[in-house]
């Protein structure tokens, strides 16, 4: 069972910067890709960052792009989401999932397999 678990969420006035990590327990299963997702309040999930394991291979949503920045660390058991330049319609829960079947829905959250329990950004 992959046991995943966000940190570092918080509140944070508009152009600030947060740094997210999710670590990842021991997993027998391949992983294709680590992602955050995000879901604001009436809002569907949506996909915000993925890499690719093992790769520096990144996908991020328009919305992100040249602010937010996804890494792992070498060993490949926790994820961060590093986030600059924060606006209000960044305000959302932020979960952190892996994919064991690919990375080509990577926007999809139906192609993640385990999901984190959600850390709460707010920007104010």
């Known amino acids: 069972h992959v046991q995943l678990v966000e940190s570092g969420g918080g509140s944070v006035q508009a152009g600030g910067s947060l740094r997210l990590s999710c670590s990842l327990s021991e997993c027998d299963v391949t992983i294709s890709c680590m992602g955050w997702f995000r879901q604001a309040p009436g809002k569907e999930r949506e996909g915000v960052a993925v890499?690719?394991?093992?790769?520096?291979?990144?996908f991020y949503a328009d919305s992100v792009k040249g602010r937010f920045t996804i890494s792992q660390d070498s060993a490949g058991t926790t994820l961060f989401l590093q986030m600059n330049s924060l606006k209000p319609e960044d305000t959302a829960l932020y979960y952190c999932?892996?994919?064991?079947?690919?990375?080509?829905?990577?926007?999809?959250?139906?192609?993640?397999?385990?999901w984190g329990q959600g850390t709460q950004v707010t920007v104010s």
């Open positions: 890499v690719v394991s093992g790769t520096y291979v990144t």
């Open positions: 999932a892996v994919a064991f079947g690919g990375c080509s829905a990577w926007y999809a959250d139906w192609a993640f397999n385990y």
